[in-house]
């Protein structure tokens, strides 16, 4: 017997009206922000991944930091989406796999989440709906699947709903963060969980993440690819990827410098793994490494380098419930990451 038969809170997937204007990423007060292609949603436009490895280009299709951002006095939203391919992963729920959570605030309040859209099984389909309540204008934000692509999303709002541009953002350029499945959102329990999310929506600026599950190995490819984007930070976080200390030796500081020798002023913040007890030998020396490059650029007169220490993310206490399988984080683990890292960040932003 399925849960929401025994349960009515577990049924999902309805929309009960049927005198709903449609709106989809194509209208001119919606933005999408995090793709380099908003049409298809890849995070690298087709035409660029074509120079990366066939893992990156196909990873480069999944939406992690990708969304869809407008204003509406809309009293309910629905959402109607189509996913790329069925993802079934063990350690990582479908909520956060291939789901799409929405956030909304009104009255420059935070942004406050109120509801997961999600498939059911292995099915291509997501639908769902939620009602405010009444019609006051929010801004909403709807966060795209972390490890899955969309080909076609709309939603849909009441007929006589007011439809406007989302609020700027604090600051004009987004922060840019190039790592693992960490940094790419494994194992969060929905797209708003993960840690670039997190730490973004409370700081009211954009990003695009390029976190590759596997295969940030540090390529001179990538490195130039990133180097001719505009950004207001960039956060270098691969070294869970380098196959050895000696293969992360050998492209850390290599692919730093690509990124300076194009961009001499930006802000760099370098972060080592955050599931360090998993192997604690091992890590303080890809730790060492990483502060090496940190340390050698302070040491040539770079003033706009730091670095947060990976083993001090997920905090003093209770660190063994920060992960789902010792390595991914869960929810806590990417909440604490976030709470360690939005400070940095802060600091970084208020000197530019």
Avoid at 117 to 136: I, K, T
């Amino acid at each position: 017997m399925k849960i929401e038969k025994v349960d009515s809170n577990f049924k999902f997937g309805n929309i009960r009206r049927d005198d709903l204007l449609w709106i989809d990423g194509s209208h001119p007060c919606v933005q999408i922000n995090g793709a380099e292609d908003i049409n298809s949603f890849y995070r690298i436009s087709e035409e660029n991944s074509l120079q990366m490895r066939e893992n990156v280009r196909h990873l480069s299709t999944n939406t992690s930091g990708v969304r869809m951002r407008f204003c509406t006095d809309s009293d309910y939203i629905a959402l109607k989406a189509v996913l790329r391919y069925p993802c079934d992963m063990p350690h990582m729920p479908k909520s956060g796999s291939s789901g799409f959570d929405l956030y909304a605030a009104k009255n420059g309040e935070s942004m406050a989440f109120r509801k997961i859209f999600m498939p059911e099984g292995l099915q291509l389909e997501v639908s769902g709906e939620y009602s405010f309540g009444n019609s006051e204008i929010r801004e909403i934000l709807i966060n795209f699947p972390l490890y899955n692509g969309v080909t076609h999303i709309e939603l849909g709002l009441s007929q006589d709903a007011v439809l406007q541009p989302p609020a700027r953002f604090t600051y004009k350029d987004p922060i840019v963060f190039y790592g693992s499945s960490i940094t790419q959102g494994g194992c969060a329990s929905r797209p708003g969980n993960s840690y670039t999310a997190i730490l973004c929506r409370d700081l009211n600026v954009d990003f695009i993440n390029l976190g590759f599950s596997g295969n940030a190995k540090g390529e001179p490819e990538m490195a130039e690819y990133i180097a001719h984007k505009s950004m207001s930070v960039f956060v270098m976080d691969y070294d869970h990827n380098a196959d050895s200390p000696e293969s992360l030796k050998a492209t850390h500081a290599a692919f730093f410098n690509i990124i300076r020798k194009t961009n001499p002023h930006l802000p760099v913040i370098f972060i080592s793994r955050p599931d360090f007890d998993c192997d604690k030998e091992l890590n303080a020396v890809s730790r060492e490494i990483i502060y090496d490059t940190y340390r050698q650029a302070l040491e040539s007169g770079d003033n706009n380098v730091w670095f947060i220490d990976g083993e001090t993310l997920f905090g003093e206490h209770h660190r063994d419930s920060c992960t789902v399988d010792g390595c991914h984080p869960n929810d806590l683990g990417f909440m604490r990451m976030a709470e360690k890292i939005c400070p940095v960040i802060r600091e970084v932003l208020g000197k530019k």
